[in-house]
């Protein structure tokens, strides 16, 4: 019997949380350029007695707050998400127990029985972003998943998105009619499409 997939994936707003990541090394500069990559506003601390040098650049472009010492519960406080990527097993099995008193999400790489949230891979065009998940069993997959969704999903269908808002915003009736006549357009996009596959 196959395993199913059962998280549940949310897009959050990083600009109104805090993020904390705890280490300063490869894995960390890691996390954190996928985290930026997304979300390049995104409000997040780092803390380590050191960082990497490629860590520090991407921190400065980024106005990441960065603390030079060890890990310290403290460091928790205020913090919505907690990523722990120190090189030390303990360290970040300290921060996970930490993240579960304190209830705290908390991702320690690599290690996804200690983890509330995996960091999956993602595609985004505009407005449209898709969210990939193996259920933390493959990262590369969803490497190879991201590549592929980033060359078949058009450059253009963020124009498609504003277009539909617009039109959408000039709907009249209840939710259910407004549905209805945005499935309908929607509907015609694809048939467009498929027609236009087969000349």
Do not use: W
Request: glycine share 6%; net charge positive.
């Amino acid at each position: 019997m196959t395993e199913r997939n059962n998280l549940y994936p949310i897009f959050l707003k990083t600009s109104n949380l805090h993020i904390l990541i705890v280490g300063g090394g490869n894995v960390a500069e890691e996390k954190l350029t996928f985290l930026t990559k997304s979300s390049p506003d995104a409000n997040v601390v780092m803390v380590s007695p050191k960082f990497g040098k490629d860590t520090l650049e991407l921190a400065g472009k980024h106005k990441v707050q960065l603390i030079s010492d060890v890990y310290h519960k403290k460091y928790l406080k205020g913090m919505h998400m907690v990523i722990a990527t120190t090189d030390v097993p303990s360290v970040n099995i300290q921060v996970y127990e930490d993240c579960r008193v304190m209830d705290k999400l908390v991702n320690v790489a690599d290690n996804p029985p200690y983890c509330d949230f995996y960091m999956g891979g993602i595609v985004t065009k505009g407005n449209v972003k898709v969210a990939i998940s193996t259920n933390g069993k493959s990262p590369t997959t969803a490497k190879r998943l991201r590549q592929f969704f980033e060359e078949v999903i058009p450059e253009d269908i963020d124009q498609m998105v504003l277009n539909l808002n617009s039109y959408r915003k000039t709907i009249k009736g209840n939710f259910s009619q407004k549905v209805e006549k945005m499935n309908e357009v929607t509907q015609m996009l694809l048939t467009t499409k498929a027609k236009m596959g087969n000349e």
